[in-house]
């Protein structure tokens, strides 16, 4: 018998897996070509050939017992040091090595930090929509998630309703910009409202309230955005960040920590982050693709395809008459469902062969998700289905 509580965990695993089964299905019957798979956050853009020079080069030069052995588990000093002194010159930070833990991906480096500050029964407060695997981190550790919900007019955080939800019991906040599933970047006055917040009810309860930015996206923005570097805006900041997408290298399961010196507890907190990684399992990231990502540190991977299916798909679906919110970071087009539910919804546009993920996964529903990290091409023959969904919906 599996535990009680993997029950929960496998039966909400399900729906992604039944998603992808439909896919496959669907493909078999009309032909993949006909088939507009908008489900997933797969980059879809190879990574930079450096990387994978960087890779080949590694394996054949580097002597095999830095390659290959453990190490400590916050990975090797030097990719550390090389990773603070990258972030110092990009955002006039003043981190050293020991700012920083590498971490199995961003999953990795959340279930660590979790793990390192959660007591069961602490809250975790997060923003809708979110990632829902959140929910999944906060419960391995038996915290409970407090929702605040979305300000729908622009999906900035709702900074009143955010303040409502702060009790003594609030452990941490998790903010994700560029944002999935919105594709809005938090502007720097929204940053400065959670930081005001959370230092005033910081003082007036006397506890520590983490702010977790989880910052997969940060690189893939549009139109010159900026994202502002949370770490300056407010002290007890925890980056999480992955090359999963700035580099397409999500199979590859690498990405840090940052823990700030000014972070309260600095070092018991970088202590436990160091055995968190060890008895979660992990014991340390990846060795080679530590090396790897320390020889690519200013790079990315090609964004101009995501733009270009950005302005395809908000041009297209916009002049359809969805209601489109316009993304200005990540790969995903968030769009409002022309009927209350979005299961519904996502039911009608499968007929039409369109994959689109509920709103409702991310705790936010009467919304789609569009994942275009895709061929253009798949884009511009999705074209025809979106007409006949919209024409379904008298749009
Ligand atoms: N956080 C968000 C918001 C994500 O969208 C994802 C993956 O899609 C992750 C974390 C996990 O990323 P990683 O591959 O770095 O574990």
Redesign the pocket.
Known sequence: MISKKMIKYVEGSSITRAMFEEGKKLAAKHGALNVYDFSL?NPSTPPPESARQAMSDIINKVNPGRLHGYMNNSGHEDVRGAVADSLNKRFGTSFSYENIIMT???????NVILKSIIDPGDKVIAFAP??G?YNNYVANFDGNMVVVPPDTSSFQPDIKAFEEKITKSVKAVII?TP??PTGVVYSENTIKQIARILDNKQKEYGTQIYLIS?E??RELVYDGIEVPYITKYYKNTII?Y????SLSL?GE?I?YLVIPGEADDYANLTCAANVANRILGFVNAPSIMQLTIARCLEETTDITVYDTNRQLLYNHLDSLGFECTRPEG?FYLWVKTPCSNDTEFADKAKEFNLLLVPGSSFMCSGYVRIAYCVDTDMIKRSFAAFEKLAAYYNL
């Open positions: 956050g199995v991906g961003a999953a990795g480096g959340l979110y990632f695997e994700n944002n999935n989880d997969p996206y999480c992955s090359y999963s997408k999500p399961r990405g990540a």
